[in-house]
């Protein structure tokens, strides 16, 4: 399976959590698990106290792999 990434999102690596996505759609933030930890439509993704680790962004059938150190 092939999946599209979405190449406009920064910062990466974020120190807080808070990652900008280029176009306002709805989004989900996924563990490396597949736990789905939060979901929203905008261009803005802010995770509530996130602990260091990788997590996945998906929007518009793209996703992206992030970093909060």
């Known amino acids: ?3 599209d990434t979405l190449t406009s ?3 990466n690596p974020s120190s807080n959590g808070v ?3 280029r176009q306002s759609a709805p989004w ?7 736990q789905k ?4 439509n905008s261009n803005l993704v802010k995770l509530s106290h996130p602990k260091p680790g ?8 793209k996703v ?3 970093v909060v150190k």
């Not at 989900?28 to 597949?34: D, E, I, K, P, S």
């Open 54 to 61: 990788i997590y996945i962004i998906k929007q518009a059938g």
């Open 19 to 21: 990652f900008h996505l």
């Open 37 to 40: 930890l939060k979901t929203g």
């Open 9 to 11: 999102v920064y910062p």
């Open 28 to 34: 989900t933030v996924f563990t490396l698990y597949g």
């Open 64 to 66: 992206c792999k992030v």
């Open 1 to 3: 399976m092939h999946l």
